[in-house]
């Protein structure tokens, strides 16, 4: 069993549209939790960054966090073509040497079409 | 220019062969990283340095070698290249702030015949 797991869709969905994107990890060391966005031919940016357990909103995007349920989550509101990419859940646990250290997973495929 | 340059950019070669890709950054950062994408699995690292004299494994080293030459600079290498090393290859930086946040190159494409 993957220690990341996430729904690699391809998700297709119209303008203006509430995405839920979603992972589910199994280990319990993980403090710290990711989104990444990806364009195609291009590398991972961050996109929401959230410590522990908790909501944190940016713009558009909301990152959930649930340790009690190993479970995250990235809402985008109001979709728009230009959300279509790649996102990339990603986690690593607490200490300095765990920096950079990152488990992913397998990352969904987002369409937002006009 | 981007901050995190990596070539080749695309590379097909043979079984056997021995394939540099090599990655060099301008922000300044003290920790590298390769990390390799494929389709269904994600990104997964090789290796990682957090400084010149630092060279630490990542969760699938076997079959890879690694050199940090500078402050900027760190090369991925493939002894003796098999198919199924056939991937997209990313390096990455970070500085060890707070969020952990890593930059990304634009990836080297990897075919292996």
């Known amino acids: 069993q993957k220690e990341v797991e996430q729904d690699p869709g391809p998700l297709s969905v119209p303008e203006g549209a509430i995405v839920s994107l979603n992972c589910t990890y199994s280990?319990?060391?993980?403090?710290?939790f990711m989104w990444y966005r990806q364009y195609s031919r291009k590398g991972p940016e961050l996109l929401m960054y959230?410590?522990?357990?908790g909501n944190k909103e940016d713009g558009r995007f909301t990152a959930q966090v649930d340790k009690s349920s190993k479970y995250i989550s990235l809402f985008i509101r109001d979709s728009q073509p230009s959300d279509s990419a790649t996102y990339l859940c990603?986690?690593?646990?607490?200490?300095?040497?765990?920096?950079?250290?990152?488990?992913f997973g397998q990352g969904t495929i987002l369409t937002v079409h006009p | 220019d981007a901050d995190v340059t990596q070539t080749p950019r695309n590379r097909i070669t043979k079984t056997g062969k021995r394939i540099m890709l090599e990655c060099s950054q301008t922000?300044?950062?003290?920790?590298m990283y390769w990390y390799r994408q494929d389709p269904g699995l994600g990104l997964r690292l090789i290796y990682y340095?957090?400084?010149?004299?630092?060279?630490n494994k990542g969760e699938i080293s076997d079959g890879y070698s690694v050199s940090r030459q500078a402050q900027a600079k760190f090369s991925l290498s493939l002894e003796s290249a098999i198919p199924n090393q056939t991937a997209l290859y990313f390096c990455?930086?970070?500085?060890?702030?707070?969020?952990?946040?890593?930059?990304f190159g634009e990836g080297s494409r990897l075919t292996v015949l």
């Open positions: 990603a986690m690593r646990g607490a200490g300095g040497t765990s920096y950079g250290k990152l488990t």
């Open positions: 280990n319990s060391a993980f403090q710290y």
């Open positions: 959230t410590y522990s357990s």
């Open positions: 922000k300044g950062h003290d920790r």
């Open positions: 340095s957090f400084d010149v004299k630092d060279i």
């Open positions: 990455a930086t970070g500085d060890g702030g707070y969020t952990g946040e890593l930059f």
